[in-house]
């Protein structure tokens, strides 16, 4: 049996080595190899099924964590909804009396404030939460932002005009972005290998969900004539942190925060509150798993800063993190994606515009449910995305050839059914991979800030798509319609072509082997189908001794 690279487990305290055996064994060198390869092995041979009947509980809180993601899903939604909704446009948009005969709607400007506002919030509250995490863990932040949220709703609830209502919202984002970049995370760190890519994706699902109740909500209002029709969707986001906290008050810490941490006996404790007793992997054996996981991302150098995202091969890592996050943007999300406004400006009728969004938000769910059964059991992340990206372009680019015909009905009745047939693909793809591919690309001891820079990769390129989206839709503007589906097609392709060369095969790899195969630079096309063995002490001194320089 091969030794750790040199200075590994030296590096390692008397009582870190106890920590994964019982108080009366002492373990060696070879012993913390031998347990970490007999988890790593055990990983590789469980099923999907058998991984849900032996971690139900690893299933249970990753889904409870994600399900605060429901909120910013609902909040999005709401706002872009908003925008064609009469009580709304009434209380914070002019009346322009040459549009349509006469309408009350808010300036492409206030559009995309309001629309980039939460965003904004959310950009920093990203950032904040790389370094929260790292101080005070996962659980306990989430706990503080949620008891945050339910306090800067308020100001939503009761904003008299749209400057506070921009604030509220710009506010409501911090807590939203520790919610997007901690979930995945969360699941990622908690979830046998088998089932990282469902869970960690899963976040995507109840961003949908927070879709779909915002339809309903809004569906149910849509005739109130007073204020209460847009002031009581803004107070069911009350009812979250209500739910969610007396629950979350006992869910377990993540085990990789607590070895990172140096609290090795949590950690185990953790472990085995995440799996059943039955189970055939032994908490000790994941335990030193994830001990030599750490330890060998220490000899490769791996800190634990922001700034170490930016440095050697956290570098190409961080790019594919960031870049695939960001497609879901560049691939058109903001023109194609529950596009109620599209659908009114090619003259469909409210009620028809209403159906279509809806529709449109259930193909997404149904989109997310045929990747996880049908897709991603037997295909890999590479082969998925390239296969959406390409797809989605083509759908783009029929849109706006499209355009030259929406005088006629028919036409533009194609068009919002081609809306509906991306929203599909998207959620078949990269709305899936956007989530889960971050969350097991970056290193374990940067994997949360991985994550943030990633999340904020996409808010940076929302609030840009934001900002232009209004131009390009808006009446008193660019009024461009159909033809917004080239310039999306185009960076369609950008991202099509970007993820052919840059873009590796993560399927089935646990993160010691990803670490390897990043140390080693192997190209994104031959991760696939190269063999890696982390526990050989030759092939693993090399590639030290190259981390090292």
């Given at each position: 049996m091969s030794d750790l690279p040199a200075g590994a487990v030296n590096a390692m305290q008397h009582s870190q080595l106890e920590a994964v055996t019982s108080p009366n064994e002492k373990l060696g060198e070879?012993?913390?190899?031998?347990?970490?390869?007999?988890?790593?092995?055990?990983?590789?041979?469980?099923?999907?099924?058998?991984?849900?009947?032996?971690?139900?509980?690893?299933?249970?809180?990753?889904?409870?964590?994600?399900?605060c993601v429901v909120m910013e899903g609902y909040d999005v939604s709401l706002i872009g909804n908003f925008f064609a909704y009469p009580t709304f446009a009434k209380?914070?948009?002019?009346?322009?009396?040459?549009?349509?005969?006469?309408?009350?709607?808010?300036?492409?400007?206030?559009?995309?404030?309001?629309?980039?506002?939460?965003?904004?919030?959310?950009?920093?509250?990203?950032?904040?939460?790389?370094?929260?995490?790292?101080?005070?863990?996962?659980?306990?932040?989430?706990?503080?932002?949620?008891?945050?949220?339910?306090?800067?709703?308020?100001?939503?609830?009761?904003?008299?005009?749209?400057?506070?209502?921009?604030?509220?919202?710009?506010?409501?984002?911090?807590?939203?972005?520790?919610?997007?970049?901690?979930?995945?995370?969360?699941?990622?760190?908690?979830?046998?290998?088998?089932?990282?890519?469902?869970?960690?994706?899963?976040?995507?699902?109840?961003?949908?969900?927070?879709?779909?109740?915002?339809?309903?909500?809004?569906?149910?209002?849509?005739?109130?004539?007073?204020?209460?029709?847009?002031?009581?969707?803004?107070?069911?986001?009350?009812?979250?942190?209500?739910?969610?906290?007396?629950?979350?008050?006992?869910?377990?810490?993540?085990?990789?925060?607590?070895?990172?941490?140096?609290?090795?006996?949590?950690?185990?404790?953790?472990?085995?509150?995440?799996?059943?007793?039955?189970?055939p992997i032994d908490p000790k054996a994941t335990l030193a798993a994830i001990i030599y996981t750490d330890n060998l991302e220490k000899e490769l150098t791996v800190g634990t800063h922001y700034r170490d995202c930016f440095k050697g091969t956290e570098l190409r890592r961080t790019e594919i993190a960031c870049f695939i996050f960001a497609a879901q943007v560049l691939s058109g999300g903001n023109f194609a994606y529950n596009s109620t406004y599209f659908f009114k400006q090619i003259g469909l009728d409210s009620d028809t515009t209403y159906k279509l969004s809806v529709g449109g938000t259930g193909m997404a769910l149904v989109g997310t449910l045929i990747s996880w059964f049908a897709l991603m059991p037997y295909f890999g992340r590479r082969t998925i995305y390239l296969w959406g990206m390409a797809a989605m372009c083509t759908i783009l680019m029929l849109i706006g050839i499209l355009n030259v015909h929406t005088s006629k009905h028919s036409f533009g009745m194609t068009q919002a059914v081609l809306t509906l047939v991306w929203t599909f693909v998207f959620q078949l793809s990269v709305g899936q991979l956007g989530w889960g591919v971050p969350a097991e690309v970056g290193s374990t001891r940067l994997r949360q800030k991985t994550i943030c820079l990633a999340r904020n990769a996409y808010y940076i390129v929302g609030v840009v798509a934001n900002a232009i989206q209004p131009y390009f839709m808006n009446p008193t503007e660019w009024n461009l319609k159909g033809y917004t589906g080239f310039f999306w097609g185009g960076t369609t392709f950008v991202m099509l072509v970007w993820g052919f060369f840059r873009l590796p095969e993560t399927k089935g790899r646990s993160f010691d082997e990803l670490d390897v195969l990043f140390a080693k630079k192997v190209s994104a096309r031959k991760f696939k189908s190269t063999v890696v063995d982390t526990f050989d002490e030759s092939e693993t001194a090399i590639i030290v001794g190259n981390a090292r320089g």
């Open positions: 070879t012993q913390i190899i031998e347990q970490a390869k007999e988890a790593t092995e055990t990983q590789h041979t469980l099923s999907v099924m058998e991984c849900v009947k032996n971690y139900p509980m690893a299933i249970f809180w990753s889904i409870m964590v994600s399900m209380k914070y948009g002019n009346y322009y009396p040459d549009i349509n005969g006469g309408t009350y709607t808010l300036t492409a400007p206030w559009q995309s404030g309001i629309g980039n506002a939460s965003g904004v919030g959310a950009f920093f509250g990203v950032m904040l939460n790389g370094w929260l995490v790292d101080w005070f863990g996962q659980k306990r932040t989430l706990l503080g932002a949620l008891v945050a949220l339910s306090g800067f709703v308020f100001i939503t609830f009761f904003a008299p005009n749209i400057g506070t209502l921009t604030a509220g919202e710009v506010l409501c984002g911090l807590p939203w972005g520790v919610f997007a970049s901690t979930a995945p995370a969360y699941a990622s760190e908690v979830l046998p290998l088998q089932l990282r890519i469902y869970l960690t994706s899963y976040t995507n699902m109840c961003f949908i969900m927070g879709q779909l109740i915002a339809a309903g909500v809004l569906k149910g209002l849509v005739s109130n004539p007073t204020e209460w029709g847009y002031k009581i969707p803004f107070a069911i986001q009350w009812v979250w942190p209500a739910f969610l906290i007396p629950i979350l008050l006992f869910a377990p810490e993540s085990p990789w925060h607590l070895v990172r941490k140096g609290r090795f006996d949590e950690a185990e404790h953790s472990l085995r509150r995440l799996q059943k007793k039955s189970a």
